[in-house]
């Protein structure tokens, strides 16, 4: 060891070790780093950052080398063999890219250890090669325990930095990494150098000029770190890069490409934060869920672009009026969510008006102004929640209450009326899997003949089997069908059920089916009804459609082109609940319906009440004139349908000619001649007939 100090400090130039040493350190610092870089890239990438490695590495380590040569002083002139000088600094580039090749291979337990042994090696192949180009006028003697040593501390110490610099888990392992790589070309070369004893044998005036070696040394010094430099301005600029690309990216995966505000995950990332901070403060937090309300009438109105600008020129008022402590996310489509940090109830209701006004003010789009309003749900932590979730989904249910509520924009959640909505979300999420599960049902209403008493048909009512609730009535599940588009595919089973079973009776049944107006809203019936059909074998004639009148009052000339369509294809048409309607008579002239449904609540008064009679009785005449036979539903008492034989109506149904059952119960009664088969998809009965 005192050797080794005192070949340092006796017979070295300081200055230039000083040199040396700083090539040395900015070398190692750039090695480590481009290493790094290499050890995350892949493929061609790996291989361009592990030239780079190598060129930095070996560049640094043989500039140290060189530089710390022409420092040593040993007495006697000196030269350097061009060729050997020149193969040390590709042994110092090729061993340490096999080394740093070889730690980053498939093996994690070993090949940091075998990587860096690797380096340590090349680090004393460059050094002892340099030395063999390093021709002195002198006697040269080896001490052999100097010059293992020098090679065991280069591959101790490199393999320590290899390890070090992928321990990950270690604070500040990049800088330790290259302290610790320096230590290994340092100590092999001075260890190295200590090993040699020279002995001149030229005379002093024949020495190599000192101010020459100087020169020389520094002009090495500025090569190599001009290498050094090129690495790691390689390295600066891919951070750059990739720093630049993570920020994007993250913006990107934050952020609504559209509006620019925060999305979901960047809102439940920071309502996350606002809950933990007001545990830890004991203060509060607001959720407002936001829903745009006529934002469906701008899209189809003047198309999607149209809509777009609207929801981005809503997104940077509602960013314009935020203050400190205030958060605003667009969660997707025309929903959006606020988030507001309380101090008092004044603070949360200044809030919402700011919201409020924004969303409500005219909109300017093109050459058109509009204005969408909005609907507004309030929850509050720790009020009404104690977690993100159970927070957003009250905020939710008291919006949903806000958007039924004409005469409300904004409501506060309660949870005597909310719970009643999340009652309803929930029942609506069960019957989504009600078909597939095999829970929905068709029970049949016998339609018979007033004046034979001859059986005309049968009327299928829908029912489902809830698996812990029981048996829902049809005039709660139905109304939740058709708001959540459910309708669609439960209209679609029925259907298909019914003509399926139709199709394999032995009398020839027609078949009605009653639709709901969203169905005609959202599908193409005369396709669907088509292919259901020819699936089923059942003849069109036998197939019988009901629809009420509001369904033809929503669109009317698109409603009856669908009929047109739907009676092309030999299917007949009757119109329901008729005399509830506002144009009865308008669209018994638009349309030539095949039959007519007199509405019960005529049934239930007529008894009692000489209008409701009368009004039965000009039906019936209506529908004489016009050769269009008429049923009247809700028939429970023999005075009701001794009333309508005495009036002329042609079929009756109700409790009195017999109650809903499965088909197979009451199969037996059917009787010879044309009988009807009626499906319904919409509850055909009051509340105390469909139980």
């Known amino acids: 060891m005192m050797r080794v100090i005192s070949c340092v400090t006796m017979e070295h130039n300081l200055w230039l070790v ?11 610092w750039a090695t480590i780093r481009l290493f790094l870089r290499a050890n995350e890239a892949s493929g061609l990438q790996q291989i361009g950052w592990h030239f780079l490695t190598s060129v930095c590495a070996g560049s640094s380590i043989w500039c140290t080398h060189f530089v710390a040569m022409l420092a040593y002083d040993p007495g006697a002139p000196v030269a350097f063999d061009p060729v050997l000088t020149i193969a040390s600094l590709f042994i110092a580039m090729a061993g340490t890219a096999a080394g740093f090749i070889a730690a980053t291979a498939r093996a994690p337990g070993i090949a940091p250890s075998v990587g860096g042994i690797i380096v340590g090696l090349a680090i004393s192949g460059m050094h002892y090669t340099g030395m063999a180009a390093y021709h002195v006028d002198g006697l040269v003697e080896w001490d052999m325990t100097y010059l293992v040593v020098s090679i065991v501390l280069s591959a101790v110490f490199a393999c320590l930095a290899i390890n070090v610099a992928l321990n990950e888990r270690l604070s500040g392992h990049k800088y330790w990494a290259a302290t610790i790589l320096v230590v290994a070309i340092v100590s092999l070369h001075f260890t190295a150098m200590a090993a040699v004893k020279v002995t001149p044998l030229a005379l002093r005036g024949d020495y190599t000029d000192p101010a020459a070696l100087r020169a ?11 290498i050094i430099g090129t690495g790691l301005a390689s390295y600066l600029i891919d951070d750059r890069t990739r720093s630049d690309t993570f920020r994007r990216l993250h913006h990107l995966a934050m952020n609504d490409a559209l509006t620019g505000l925060p999305n979901r995950a ?19 937090v607001a959720v407002v869920g936001i829903d745009l309300d006529r934002f469906k009438e701008i899209n189809d109105l003047w198309g999607h672009g149209a809509g777009d600008l609207a929801l981005k020129t809503l997104a940077g008022r509602m960013s314009a009026l935020l203050q400190e402590g205030e958060f605003v996310a667009r969660l997707g489509g025309d929903e959006f969510a606020g988030i507001k940090r309380m101090k008092g109830q004044s603070d949360l209701v200044d809030f919402v008006s700011r919201l409020e006004a924004a969303l409500s003010a005219p909109l300017r789009i093109a050459d058109f102004e509009t204005a969408t309003g909005a609907s507004l749900g309030v929850a509050i932590y720790p009020n009404d929640a104690l977690n993100r979730e159970a927070l957003v989904n009250n905020a939710d249910l008291a919006m949903y209450r806000a958007k039924a509520n004409v005469t409300r924009t904004v409501c ?20 989504r899997d009600a078909v597939e599960n095999g829970q929905l049902d068709l029970h049949y209403q016998v339609q018979t003949s007033v004046l034979t008493g001859d059986i005309r048909g049968y009327e299928a ?8 609730r029981g048996n829902i009535p049809p005039l709660e599940f139905i109304p939740l069908a058709e708001e959540n588009g459910l309708i669609l595919p439960v209209g679609e089973w029925v259907l298909r059920t019914a003509c399926r079973e139709a199709a394999s009776w032995e009398h020839p049944y027609k078949v009605a089916v009653n639709l709901s107006p969203v169905q005609f809203a959202h599908a193409d ?17 036998r197939l019988e459609l009901e629809i009420t009148e509001s369904t033809i009052i929503a669109d009317k000339n698109r409603t009856l082109n669908i009929l047109r369509r739907i009676k092309a294809l030999g299917v007949t048409i009757a119109i329901d609940d008729f005399g509830t309607g506002y144009s009865s008579l308008e669209t018994l002239r638009a349309f030539p319906f095949d039959k007519i449904k007199l509405d019960r609540s005529f049934m239930s008064e007529v008894e009692t009440s000489p209008q409701a009679k009368a009004i039965i009785r000009a039906v019936l005449a209506l529908g004489q004139s016009l050769d269009i036979p008429v049923l009247a539903e809700g028939v429970e008492t023999q005075s009701q349908l001794s009333i309508l034989r005495a009036e002329g109506c042609n079929e009756a149904q109700g409790f009195l000619l017999g109650r809903p059952a499965p088909f197979g119960e009451i199969f037996a009664l059917a009787q010879g001649g044309e009988t009807v088969f009626a499906i319904k998809v919409l509850p055909a009965l009051p509340a105390r007939a469909v139980a």
């Open 266 to 284: 960047n809102f439940n990332d920071y309502l996350d934060r606002e809950i933990d901070r007001a545990k830890e403060l004991g203060c509060k």
């Open 18 to 28: 000083l040199v040396a040493a700083l090539v040395c350190s900015a070398g190692s």
């Open 412 to 431: 506060f959640y309660e949870q005597a009326m909310d719970e009643a909505v999340r009652a309803n979300r929930t029942l609506a999420n069960d019957l």
């Open 216 to 226: 020389m040394a520094l002009g090495v010094a500025v090569a190599g770190l001009i």
């Open 525 to 541: 019936l005369p396709k669907l009804i088509h292919e259901i059909l020819i699936e089923t074998g059942l003849r069109p004639s």
């Open 461 to 468: 009512l829908l029912r489902w089997k809830h698996p812990t």
